[in-house]
Antibody, heavy 121, light 107 residues
Framework: EVQLLESGGDLVQPGGSLRLSCAASGFTFNNFAMSWVRQAPGKGLEWVSIVHSGGRITYYADSVKGRFIISRDNSKNTLYLQMNSLRVDDTAVYYC??????????????WGQGTAVTVSS | DIQMTQSPSSLSASVGDRVTVTCRASQDISRYLNWYQKKPGEAPKLLIYTASSLHSGVPSRFSGSGSGTEFTLTITSLQSEDFATYYCQQSHSPPQTFGQGTSVEVK
């Protein structure tokens, strides 16, 4: 069964750091680009970041650029999101998701269950 | 960055109704447009990719159309399980932005 399982969400103070993980199973992880998407309370979906299959090419939303780092360990089938300088408006459920086709961006077809990040003093 | 604008922001409908949601891109994205369904407490689900391709397992009452800057999601006969929020997303170029969402509510 194709599955993504996020972990690492927590309550953190403004200015703090947190690392999210996403363990993948049931597919050839190193063939697919991966993304993080978040949803703040009462808000819509916000695309956060993407990492290409090899891990060298990454992109970020302007709202997190310079503060978040996406990475992957293909030997461990795991995706990461290092979040630094956290702000109150980073409070959200964070989802990891897989792009549908190797080498193409035809939709995010597999999603994790989400992990909650709360930034508050 | 490419901006995605959905309309309406919300709509009220009854079971059996035909529902249409529109998504506009701020620049030409060819057919790199995806649609998702989101229910509270659940992960988003891919419905449509590349504007009109139905994702595996998605009922045929869902369809998508459009290209360039204007796209449409249609539900031909709304079912009770379809009450949810729907999002478009462009995957033409990063950041791969989502629309603000359209909430389909019970009339």
């Amino acid at each position: 069964e194709v599955q993504l399982l996020e972990s690492g969400g927590d309550l953190v103070q403004p200015g703090g750091s947190l690392r999210l993980s996403c363990a993948a199973s049931g597919f050839t992880f190193n063939n697919f680009a991966m993304s993080w998407v978040r949803q703040a309370p009462g808000k819509g979906l916000e695309w956060v970041s993407i990492v290409h299959s090899g891990g060298r090419i990454t992109y970020y939303a302007d709202s997190v650029k310079g503060r978040f780092i996406i990475s992957r360990d293909n030997s461990k089938n795991t995706l990461y999101l290092q979040m630094n300088s956290l702000r109150v408006d980073d409070t959200a459920v964070y989802y990891c998701a897989k792009w549908q086709l190797a080498g193409a961006y035809y939709g995010l077809d597999v999603w994790g269950q989400g992990t909650a990040v709360t930034v508050s003093s | 960055d490419i901006q995605m604008t959905q309309s309406p922001s919300s709509l009220s409908a009854s079971v059996g109704d035909r529902v249409t949601v529109t998504c506009r891109a701020s620049q030409d994205i060819s057919r790199y447009l995806n649609w998702y369904q989101k229910k509270p407490g659940e992960a988003p689900k891919l419905l449509i990719y590349t504007a009109s391709s139905l994702h595996s397992g998605v009922p045929s009452r869902f369809s998508g159309s459009g290209s360039g800057t204007e796209f449409t999601l249609t539900i031909t006969s709304l079912q009770s399980e379809d009450f949810a929020t729907y999002y478009c997303q462009q995957s033409h170029s990063p950041p791969q932005t989502f629309g603000q969402g359209t909430s389909v509510e019970v009339k």
